[in-house]
């Protein structure tokens, strides 16, 4: 029966194949290489020696999602993955080749290479010229990308940049101080004047798309009701805000803090960190990424961030239990954003740059890795 | 809806509601508007009267909204005199919404949910017992075959074993469930015996590529896509489903082409389905005008098992 329908099949194959036939790679193909290029310089590959910066230790867990088969519910890699080391030039580049007995087949791609510590200008250059395949983009930079014809990919927003007031320092512990920046800061214009729209504003710990819920968190600036809060207080309010010393984006929004605060009457002054937070920071920006698309899972990393960086705020959550509905998530997010320990400005997106021969590449959900054991190469190496 | 209402009858004072309905989801403008009268009949059933004026003594407003898990119903209500909203949340499953449709004189595709798993899957097969009282679910991934039977809420793990091979299954591996030829076809593997007697089936090496490769149909302009001819007809020409174009990346479609002879040009009837993502296997269902689809759900990331069934809309 198959036999006779495979026959049919392949003259009809024949037959149907008309003039208008358009061809359209949808199979995958195996062979050539893959060159990538990030940010972050990454000196060892050995989970035991910590990342010089956040940077690092994120572009540290891409490389093992690739080398490795899985992650173990503690975090650590197990297992020969989909690509194996082939050459290794710590903090420069890395070049892997692919694994013919992965357990999930080989990958399609016979080898990646990808270059290390390219400035975010660069590598939006070397997209533009075809001279490399991957390159992740800042979000700020997304929208100058696409004009360039560069391809981009834009993840569902899963990365939240938040205002998070330090435990303990005198000038934020009055919550109306907290509630009065909260409510000055105008979140739209970070949005789109500095990210130039790519990205959302956020009221809530979670994402709309995540938790369904975060319509019901107010991004909107109220400066009126900000301005009576801070007049209450005397002396006036004054806080020093502190801010990744090497990230631009967190450059600019503590930038726009300062005058939004100061139209509230409070005044901030920005401080950028080079290495550990100094001391005399009463509230810095922080970027929260999720690691599930699941909204229960994501609310509990986040308040595990809260506890290990000894925050208040996460009383709130400390009933939620496993299987939490919609409605106790929701209150559990209430209940740290009402305290104004931790106030969410926007939800970023991963935005990548992708060069027009790679093919099958999707955008990953949070806490999966980048799915390159899957992309596939279209057409002749450059 | 129950609970909803429930919660909002439960501390609201006033017997007048002004109700309002938002819908944020992915619910068409139909289900929505089912959902705003069955939400209205709940509360009228509860005693209130429904006033279309926002003067009434509390408003109320149902916002249909989704999430990663399901769809977030959220009912809001403010009495007039109340300080304070309150807010209700109920999560509710998201169901199946590949749909049908069909004009006249063409091919009309309806498909049917039959299985989902977070693994690959690369065929199926639905065996059903003679007095149709019972079914039972074969599953075919990259070196893996499942049975699972059907009972009233869900399907039971019953019998499976694993195919043996010496290099890993391909990434792209392919593989079909043949019921009527009593095979399962892997790269470069064919398990024979009776399907619906599993523990007499035995696997060995095969050679023959062209089983897995050559049963594609090709339909001009959809030369990499999936395929399959049915085996019905409708007004006397051919039927063949063909998904999409795009890559496996994207959300895909299944549409149907009619066909005068197997020399001739194949024309598209009828209204495409739509999927979630790509279709990555398209099979004959035996001698029915039915087929079997693969589909990678890209929302949920499940492996998908559907019957497309055509018929013939006159």
Same mark, same amino acid.
Request: proline share 6%.
């Given at each position: 029966m198959l036999r006779r329908l495979a026959a049919v099949s392949l003259a009809l194959g024949l037959a149907l194949a008309g003039a208008t036939r358009v061809e359209t790679a949808r199979r995958p193909r195996y062979g050539g290489t893959l060159r990538v290029e990030i940010g972050a310089t990454v000196s060892s590959l050995d989970p035991a020696i910590a990342a010089a910066n956040s940077e690092e230790a994120a572009a540290k867990v891409q490389l093992a999602t690739l080398i490795y088969d899985h992650r173990n519910p503690d975090k650590t890699f197990a297992g020969p993955g989909a690509f194996r080391i082939s050459a290794w030039e710590p903090g420069k580049s890395v070049t892997l080749a692919a694994n013919d007995d992965c357990r999930g087949g080989r990958?399609?791609?016979?080898s990646i290479e990808m270059r290390m510590g390219r400035s975010a200008r660069d590598r939006l250059l070397d997209l533009e010229l075809n001279k490399t395949d991957f390159a992740e983009i800042s979000p700020e930079q997304a929208r100058r990308a696409g004009e360039r014809s560069v391809r981009i990919s834009t993840s569902q927003p899963d990365e939240l940049l938040a205002l998070v007031f330090v435990t303990g320092r005198h000038a934020a512990e009055d919550v109306r101080v907290r509630e009065a920046m909260a409510r000055a800061i105008d979140r739209a214009a970070i949005v789109n004047f500095i990210l130039q729209k790519t990205g959302d504003p956020a $009221? $809530? !710990? !979670?994402p709309q798309w995540s938790s369904g819920t975060a319509f019901l968190f107010s991004a909107a600036p109220d400066i009126l009701r900000a301005k009576e809060l801070s007049s209450q207080i005397t002396p006036s309010p004054r806080l020093v805000l502190g801010y990744d010393f090497g990230d631009p984006l967190e450059r600019s929004v503590a930038e726009r803090i300062v005058v939004n605060a100061r139209e509230a009457g409070i005044t901030v002054t920005s401080d950028p960190i080079q290495r550990s937070a100094p001391l005399h920071l009463d509230a810095v920006l922080e970027r929260w990424r999720m690691e599930s698309q699941h909204p229960r899972e994501s609310l509990a990393n986040f308040i595990d961030v809260l506890r290990t960086e000894s925050i208040d705020g996460g009383e709130a959550c400390e009933a939620l239990p496993a299987a939490a509905t919609p409605e106790q998530i929701y209150g559990c997010e209430r209940g740290v954003v009402n305290g104004y320990r931790v106030v969410p400005l926007v939800w970023l997106p991963q935005v990548y740059g992708l060069s027009a021969r790679v093919r099958d590449w999707k955008a990953p959900a949070p806490g999966e890795g980048w799915p390159l054991a899957d992309v596939w190469l279209d057409g002749e190496a450059p | 809806m129950q609970s909803l209402a429930a919660r909002v009858a439960a501390s609201t004072a006033h017997a007048t509601l002004a109700f309002d309905l938002k819908n944020m989801s992915s619910l068409s403008v139909v289900d929505a508007s089912s959902i705003r009268d069955a939400m209205q009949a709940e509360l009228i059933h509860r005693g209130f009267r429904i006033a279309s004026t926002p003067s009434a003594g509390t408003e109320v407003r149902l916002t249909l909204s989704g999430g990663a898990d399901s769809y977030v119903w959220v009912a809001e209500w403010r009495g007039r005199d109340e300080p304070q909203t309150h807010t209700a949340i109920v999560a509710v499953p998201k169901a199946s919404d590949a749909g049908a449709n069909g004009t006249k004189n063409s091919v009309r595709l309806e498909s049917k949910l039959m299985w989902q798993q977070p693994d690959r899957l690369l065929d199926f097969a639905v065996l059903t017992s003679p007095d149709n009282s019972a079914s039972t679910i074969v599953t075919l991934g990259p070196g893996r075959v499942r049975w699972y039977s059907s009972g009233a809420f869900q399907s039971e793990f019953s019998h499976g074993f694993d195919v043996g091979r010496k290099t890993p299954w391909p990434r792209d591996a392919r593989g079909i469930i043949d019921v009527e030829g009593k095979k399962v076809l892997l790269p470069e593997m064919e398990c024979q015996g009776d399907i619906e007697n599993p523990t007499q089936m035995k696997c060995i090496p095969s050679k023959d590529a062209a089983q897995l490769d050559g049963l594609r149909i090709r339909v001009s302009g959809h030369n990499d896509s999936e395929s399959a001819l049915l085996g019905d007809r409708c007004d006397g020409r051919f039927v063949i489903l063909a998904s999409g174009n795009g890559d496996w990346t994207q959300p895909d479609t299944i549409q149907g082409y009619a066909l005068t002879d197997l020399e001739g040009q194949a024309t598209v009837s009828g209204s495409p389905i739509e999927f979630d993502?790509?279709?990555?296997a398209l099979y004959r269902e035996g001698k029915q005008s039915a087929a079997r689809a693969v589909v990678h759900n890209l929302k949920t990331g499940n492996y998908e098992a559907y019957i497309v069934t055509a018929t013939c809309s006159r």
């Amino acid at each position: 029966m198959l036999r006779r329908l495979a026959a049919v099949s392949l003259a009809l194959g024949l037959a149907l194949a008309g003039a208008t036939r358009v061809e359209t790679a949808r199979r995958p193909r195996y062979g050539g290489t893959l060159r990538v290029e990030i940010g972050a310089t990454v000196s060892s590959l050995d989970p035991a020696i910590a990342a010089a910066n956040s940077e690092e230790a994120a572009a540290k867990v891409q490389l093992a999602t690739l080398i490795y088969d899985h992650r173990n519910p503690d975090k650590t890699f197990a297992g020969p993955g989909a690509f194996r080391i082939s050459a290794w030039e710590p903090g420069k580049s890395v070049t892997l080749a692919a694994n013919d007995d992965c357990r999930g087949g080989r990958p399609f791609v016979d080898s990646i290479e990808m270059r290390m510590g390219r400035s975010a200008r660069d590598r939006l250059l070397d997209l533009e010229l075809n001279k490399t395949d991957f390159a992740e983009i800042s979000p700020e930079q997304a929208r100058r990308a696409g004009e360039r014809s560069v391809r981009i990919s834009t993840s569902q927003p899963d990365e939240l940049l938040a205002l998070v007031f330090v435990t303990g320092r005198h000038a934020a512990e009055d919550v109306r101080v907290r509630e009065a920046m909260a409510r000055a800061i105008d979140r739209a214009a970070i949005v789109n004047f500095i990210l130039q729209k790519t990205g959302d504003p956020a $009221g $809530g !710990l !979670l994402p709309q798309w995540s938790s369904g819920t975060a319509f019901l968190f107010s991004a909107a600036p109220d400066i009126l009701r900000a301005k009576e809060l801070s007049s209450q207080i005397t002396p006036s309010p004054r806080l020093v805000l502190g801010y990744d010393f090497g990230d631009p984006l967190e450059r600019s929004v503590a930038e726009r803090i300062v005058v939004n605060a100061r139209e509230a009457g409070i005044t901030v002054t920005s401080d950028p960190i080079q290495r550990s937070a100094p001391l005399h920071l009463d509230a810095v920006l922080e970027r929260w990424r999720m690691e599930s698309q699941h909204p229960r899972e994501s609310l509990a990393n986040f308040i595990d961030v809260l506890r290990t960086e000894s925050i208040d705020g996460g009383e709130a959550c400390e009933a939620l239990p496993a299987a939490a509905t919609p409605e106790q998530i929701y209150g559990c997010e209430r209940g740290v954003v009402n305290g104004y320990r931790v106030v969410p400005l926007v939800w970023l997106p991963q935005v990548y740059g992708l060069s027009a021969r790679v093919r099958d590449w999707k955008a990953p959900a949070p806490g999966e890795g980048w799915p390159l054991a899957d992309v596939w190469l279209d057409g002749e190496a450059p | 809806m129950q609970s909803l209402a429930a919660r909002v009858a439960a501390s609201t004072a006033h017997a007048t509601l002004a109700f309002d309905l938002k819908n944020m989801s992915s619910l068409s403008v139909v289900d929505a508007s089912s959902i705003r009268d069955a939400m209205q009949a709940e509360l009228i059933h509860r005693g209130f009267r429904i006033a279309s004026t926002p003067s009434a003594g509390t408003e109320v407003r149902l916002t249909l909204s989704g999430g990663a898990d399901s769809y977030v119903w959220v009912a809001e209500w403010r009495g007039r005199d109340e300080p304070q909203t309150h807010t209700a949340i109920v999560a509710v499953p998201k169901a199946s919404d590949a749909g049908a449709n069909g004009t006249k004189n063409s091919v009309r595709l309806e498909s049917k949910l039959m299985w989902q798993q977070p693994d690959r899957l690369l065929d199926f097969a639905v065996l059903t017992s003679p007095d149709n009282s019972a079914s039972t679910i074969v599953t075919l991934g990259p070196g893996r075959v499942r049975w699972y039977s059907s009972g009233a809420f869900q399907s039971e793990f019953s019998h499976g074993f694993d195919v043996g091979r010496k290099t890993p299954w391909p990434r792209d591996a392919r593989g079909i469930i043949d019921v009527e030829g009593k095979k399962v076809l892997l790269p470069e593997m064919e398990c024979q015996g009776d399907i619906e007697n599993p523990t007499q089936m035995k696997c060995i090496p095969s050679k023959d590529a062209a089983q897995l490769d050559g049963l594609r149909i090709r339909v001009s302009g959809h030369n990499d896509s999936e395929s399959a001819l049915l085996g019905d007809r409708c007004d006397g020409r051919f039927v063949i489903l063909a998904s999409g174009n795009g890559d496996w990346t994207q959300p895909d479609t299944i549409q149907g082409y009619a066909l005068t002879d197997l020399e001739g040009q194949a024309t598209v009837s009828g209204s495409p389905i739509e999927f979630d993502g790509p279709v990555l296997a398209l099979y004959r269902e035996g001698k029915q005008s039915a087929a079997r689809a693969v589909v990678h759900n890209l929302k949920t990331g499940n492996y998908e098992a559907y019957i497309v069934t055509a018929t013939c809309s006159r």
